[in-house]
Nanobody
Framework: QVQLVESGGGLVQPGGSLRLSCAAS????????MGWYRQAPGKQRDVVARITSRGSIYYADSVKGRFTISRDDAKNTVYLQMNSLKPEDTAVYYC??????????WGQGTQVTVSS
């Protein structure tokens, strides 16, 4: 079992920046994929960005050029740097972990609100 703890959410004005962190602990497989998803009120949970332990990265079209995902395997932590934030980025952001044997874990979520 892998536990995920997110941090870094909050309220920011349009055009501002936030950095989310997700620390993983427990039985972490060396080969894995970690990512960020978000869910706005009344909408489904969608992928924002993913990064594998081999360095492959995926971004949703809506965040390309504005968000950057990275990971520090020494700290078992994945980050999401969010720049040029828009009101439509407002959502609860969830960290996700998938092991090489397809076991999945989710964090508790962190609220990001973009508003003036």
């Amino acid at each position: 079992q892998v536990q995920l703890v997110e941090s870094g959410g909050g309220l920011v004005q349009p055009g501002g920046s936030l950095r989310l962190s997700c620390a993983a602990s427990g039985s972490i497989f060396r080969i894995n994929s970690m990512g960020w998803y978000r869910q706005a009120p009344g909408k489904q949970r969608d992928v924002v960005a993913r990064i594998t332990s081999r360095g492959s990265i995926y971004y949703a079209d809506s965040v390309k050029g504005r968000f950057t995902i990275s990971r520090d395997d020494a700290k078992n932590t994945v980050y999401l740097q969010m720049n040029s934030l828009k009101p439509e980025d407002t959502a609860v952001y969830y960290c996700n972990y998938i092991s090489s044997n397809a076991r999945t874990s989710w964090g508790q979520g962190t609220q990001v609100t973009v508003s003036s």
